[in-house]
């Protein structure tokens, strides 16, 4: 059973604080705690479907990492945000890999518990479906500021994903972001020297603070006004 102030941790996250008792008394009950150590993976892609997670404590990093060793990053995940669902909706196997970028306390709730709940419950299947939704919205997202906005644009609106948690957070918390500016330049599809230059920029407009493998946020609500500028269309 999980600890007190995990389960407090939990109702910060939105998808947590909405579900039915049954459900959360379920997971308090069933979920497992596993710790990582940095770069130990959780899943790699291929794995088949073995549960869904989420980050209590660290942080994890979701990508791929091709043939030639070149990796990609989609998301950096933190507390307390779920991942690794998508494989329970569609039956297929992990689409990409879960690396804990450091020592991290991960919530696992294992697949035959989580099947044998949906097959008892099948209306627990509508939170299942929110759970993956909510990806799939910051996913599309992300696609469209691709095709409008400018690069100083969509690094602000990510900027903002990573401080709310891709939208699993009820409030904004804290202003620090863990990410080196390799990871950042990864998900935005540029280089390095660019993501510098911009937050470079940034950080002259006292936005924000850069330093090693830290982001700062001065100023959330301009950072904000950046990331939902009218698109350049």
């Given amino acids: 059973m999980l ?4 389960i407090k941790h939990l109702e910060q996250n939105i998808w947590f604080a909405q579900l039915p008792a049954l459900f959360k008394d379920f997971i308090v009950n069933c979920a497992v705690q596993q710790r ?3 770069e130990q993976s959780i899943f790699h892609s291929g794995d088949i479907f073995n549960g869904i997670y989420a980050v209590l404590e660290g942080a994890v990093r979701l990508g791929y990492i091709d043939i030639e060793g070149k990796e990609s990053v989609a998301a950096i995940v933190e507390p307390v945000m779920w991942f690794g669902e998508i494989s329970l909706v569609d039956a ?4 990409h890999d879960a690396i804990a970028i450091r020592k991290s306390l991960i919530l696992h709730i294992p697949s035959t518990a989580l099947q044998s709940l949906l097959q008892q419950h099948p209306v627990f299947w509508y939170h299942i ?14 696609l469209i500021s691709i095709q409008t906005q400018s690069l100083s644009q969509r690094l602000a609106q990510r900027l903002m994903f990573i401080l709310n948690g891709y939208g699993n957070h009820l409030s904004i918390e804290k202003n620090v972001i863990h990410l080196s500016q390799e ?28 330093s090693f ?11 904000h006004r950046i990331a939902h500028a009218f698109p350049n269309i």
């Fill in 129 to 142: 479906a929110q759970l993956t939704s909510q990806k799939l919205r910051f996913a599309f997202l992300e």
């Fill in 213 to 223: 493998k830290k982001i700062e946020i001065l100023d959330v609500a301009e950072l």
């Fill in 3 to 6: 600890e007190p102030i995990y």
């Fill in 92 to 95: 297929q196997p992990r689409s």
């Fill in 183 to 210: 990871q950042l330049a990864q998900m935005l599809t540029c280089s390095r020297q660019t993501i510098n230059q911009e937050l470079q920029a940034l950080e002259q407009q006292n936005i924000l603070c850069v």
């Fill in 36 to 38: 990582f150590d940095k």
